[in-house]
């Protein structure tokens, strides 16, 4: 570049720095709240990436680029996305208010377009990584897109992240040439200076993990000094300086700033030194690269030359940069006092009445933005897929089956659909066969970028790989399963097609990704995992393998839908509606409820059921209700079962997935005892728990009674006591009770879980049949 150049890009850094600061500083001076509670920000951490971030968007970006920012610094991407006539002036002053920007970055909530949301630390640097290996997977089975760079900007300290680790170690993400890392290396975290340098160590880390890296450490006038002579021992000194006292240097400057650059210098420092003014010392030695326009693109430049590998550029930067509070250990949340916000603006050459003005679009700095603004421009994506999902597979099974068997069976069934298995992709952490996905593996393959050789023959597993391949297989990472589904999921924006995506992981093990599956969700993200097998039915595994608080976070995850079904069909008919759902089409009717916007989790088992209590209500209801099963509905209907009960107590049976064999056989011996037992299959408690709080919440903003859903009313056609039974913990269906309006006795597993047998595990945690009679007993007592 030019040097006319790269001064217009300091005019637009400087003024991309001073609203990021005004833009915090609005949020807490200019905003009265009401409650007392801190607003926040981080202007030094936003400072810190305004020289990486003005050079990346106002001369390096291409419209088809995707970039995480660092959470802390969303203000300096809303002032880059204003400048660049993105976002409308009045959200400037409104960071961390209801509507306004928000604290971090997010796809959902933000009102500038955000190609990945961050906030939780480490996750938003590997969601690029994903996304690229999706696109990938999309240019190999649909034809290439239009070329895009995957950009993460991240913290130094991010990379205490063990996520981190496990992204750029995973073979799924090997040999991505389309991805930037660009590490802040501030040298500072939330708490401290950081003691020592740890970029050795890191650069190891990439460089073993086959990436390339670049370091931009110094700056024109750093560089330009060392090349004189005598300049080498400046260069050591620096190099060797502790961490902490180059730190300092910021806050310093004359005399007192020189004093401490030269504690501990070599005699040969102090004499290279001599001859350098007071005044210019300090620009001199505090002259990192990270905040060089120029050496930051160069560096850019260098990482799209390499194109058979991911790149890591670490920037040293300091934080705080060009803010009074810059290097101060203390800066990471503090505020610039309204004193230093005036000589700031003073120094852009603003006013009160000019403060928030964009650039002047005849200056040339204004032609730059709006030049810009033109080359990142981006047409609309399409959400749909444009096909439909079959209401289902008719998957039949004529003798006892597990839910996890059936889920392999019906993703076979949907891979032969020529319309919807092109759209399929699996995945797994190294638990594909133990999930059941060999099926499906075996009809579609493995994805790798190459053809890869076999080298055994197993009849049973066909572990094909090759670019057509339908499956990617990960390592033992759950936090890399979701962190992948959740780019897979958002395929249709980020790579420009829709996918239809589907996961396996033990149950148990949900917990270890949670973070990731979170975050996926949080971004809008659409696609299916299936934990399985689950509970405590997966008895001789013992308590490390037995899941038992899923179900409540399945339960209790925004953006997630919680699907436990015990029978085939109802599992063929929930998977097949939640994958249409995805692609975007009508709604299959296997749902009554409004149509759902989010990601689908099915808790299934190992257990295999007989089926013949579901068939008996088939016959009964008749596919055309049961297809619209809202989240449950009555297996067993006392009445109907037992017609010599017309005038007996009545309780209500509830129960999901592997334990309805002994809710059924309970149901049995309280007919025995003159007790009408009916048996309601809750195939969604999600969905139960949503039709329940829409008509609460209604109520309460109505000051209206509540009705009662349909779905409840269905399933729950008496007010009559309640008995829950799940093999997972008590309290996630204890809240039935208050829905139906009737006692509850809730049945489940509130302790660590141990190794034995089915029968013998449910003695322990009171889920035989003998258990839920006296539960039932109760219950009818407590009316």
């Known amino acids: 570049m030019t040097q006319h150049d790269l001064d217009v890009l300091d005019e637009i850094q400087r003024r991309v720095l001073w609203l990021a600061t005004r833009i915090v500083d609005a949020a807490n001076h200019d905003r009265a709240t009401g409650d007392g509670v801190k607003v926040g920000g981080h202007q030094a951490s936003s400072a810190s990436l305004v020289t990486a971030m003005t050079a990346l968007w106002f001369a390096h970006l291409d419209a088809e680029d995707r970039v995480a920012v ?38 959902t909530k933000d009102p500038d377009e955000v190609d990945f949301s961050t906030g939780s630390v480490g996750l938003g640097a590997a969601a690029p990584l994903f996304a690229a290996a999706t696109r990938r997977y999309v240019d190999a089975h649909f034809g290439a897109r239009p070329h895009s760079r995957f950009v993460a900007l991240i913290g130094d300290a991010e990379l205490d992240e063990g996520n981190i680790w496990e992204a750029v170690a995973d073979p799924a993400t090997t040999g991505l040439g389309n991805v930037m890392w660009l590490v802040d290396f501030n040298r500072q975290s939330l708490d401290r200076v950081v003691p020592g340098i740890r970029i050795n160590q890191w650069r190891g880390q990439f460089e073993a993990a086959g990436w390339h890296v ?32 180059y730190q300092s240097l910021f ?75 810059a290097g101060n250990p203390r800066n990471h949340s503090a505020l610039l006092s309204s004193e230093q916000v005036d000589t700031l603006r003073a120094a852009q050459g603003l006013t009160a009445e000019t403060e928030w003005d964009r650039l002047d679009p005849a200056s040339p700095a204004g032609i730059q933005a709006g030049a810009r603004r033109e080359a990142l421009s981006r047409a609309p994506r399409e959400r749909a897929l444009g096909v439909t999902v079959p209401e289902s597979t008719g998957v039949r099974a004529t003798k006892p089956i597990s839910t996890q068997e059936v889920f392999g069976r019906v993703l076979v069934d949907l891979a032969r659909d020529r319309e919807v298995g092109r759209y399929l992709v699996t995945t797994a952490p190294d ?23 076999s080298w055994t023959e197993d009849r049973m597993l066909r572990w094909i790989q090759s670019p057509a391949g339908q499956h990617i297989e990960l390592g033992i990472s759950e936090m890399n399963l979701f ?90 008919w929930l998977l097949c509606d939640a994958l249409g759902q995805i ?24 257990r295999p059921l007989d089926q013949a209590p579901f068939e008996a209500a088939r016959a009964r209801l008749g596919d055309a209700v049961l ?42 011996e309280l007919a025995d005892e003159g007790i009408a037992a009916h048996v309601v299959d809750v195939t969604s408690l999600d969905r139960l728990y ?13 000051a209206t009674v509540p009705s009662v859903p349909g779905a409840l009313r269905s399933a729950f056609a008496d007010r009559v006591p309640v008995v829950t039974v799940h093999d997972a913990a008590s309290h996630a269906m204890a809240w039935l009770g208050s829905a139906v309006g009737a006692p509850a006795v809730p049945l489940g597993v509130d302790e660590f879980g141990q190794s034995g047998s089915v029968s013998e595990l449910y003695e322990l945690h009171d889920l035989l049949p003998g258990s839920i009679v006296n539960a039932a007993l109760a219950a009818i007592a407590l009316r």
């Open 70 to 107: 660092k959470p802390h610094a969303s203000p300096v991407f809303h002032a880059v996305q204003y400048l660049l006539g993105n976002l409308d002036r009045s959200y400037l002053p409104r960071l961390r208010a209801r509507g306004g920007l928000q604290s971090y970055p997010s796809r």
């Open 483 to 572: 962190l992948l589904l959740g780019q897979l999921g958002l395929s249709w924006d980020l790579s420009g097609q829709p996918l239809l995506p589907v996961g396996t992981v033990y149950d148990p093990f949900v917990l270890r990704g949670l973070d990731a599956f979170l975050y996926g969700t949080y971004s809008g993200s659409r696609f299916v995992v299936a934990g399985t097998p689950s509970g405590i039915t997966l008895a001789p595994e013992g308590g490390a393998h037995q899941s038992t608080i899923t179900a409540s976070v399945g339960l209790e995850l925004p953006g997630v839908t919680f699907v436990e079904p015990a029978y085939a069909a109802t599992l063929d």
């Open 431 to 453: 638990v594909a066969t133990s999930t059941n996905l060999a099926g499906f593996i075996n009809k579609t393959g493995v994805f790798a970028p190459t053809e890869q050789r």
């Open 690 to 702: 949503r039709a329940w709080q829409r008509t609460l919440r209604q109520g309460v903003r109505t």
């Open 214 to 245: 670049v370091e931009v450490k110094y700056g024109r006038r750093l560089a330009e000094a060392y090349a004189r002579p005598g300049g080498a021992a400046l260069r050591d000194w620096i190099d060797a300086m502790p961490n902490e006292q």
């Open 583 to 606: 692609a975007g089409g009508s709604a299959p009717a296997a749902t009554a409820a409004p149509a759902e916007d989010g990601a689908y989790y099915f808790r299934l088992s190992t």
């Open 627 to 668: 297809h619209r099963v809202a989240g449950a509905y009555r297996l067993v209907d006392a009445h109907q079962a037992y017609p010599h009960l017309a005038d007996a107590p009545v309780v209500q049976l509830a129960a999901s997935g592997a334990v309805l064999p002994e809710v059924l056989a309970a149901a049995a």
């Open 251 to 325: 806050g310093l400057a004359g005399p007192v700033l020189r004093k401490q650059f030269l504690d501990g210098a070599p005699a040969e420092v102090g004499a290279f030194v001599e001859g350098i003014d007071d005044e210019d010392l300090g620009p001199l030695v505090t002259d990192l690269g990270g905040h060089d326009l120029q050496a930051m693109l160069d560096a850019y430049v260098q990482c799209d030359a390499v194109t058979d590998r991911p790149s890591v550029v670490f920037a040293y930067t300091v934080k705080g940069w060009g803010l009074p509070i």
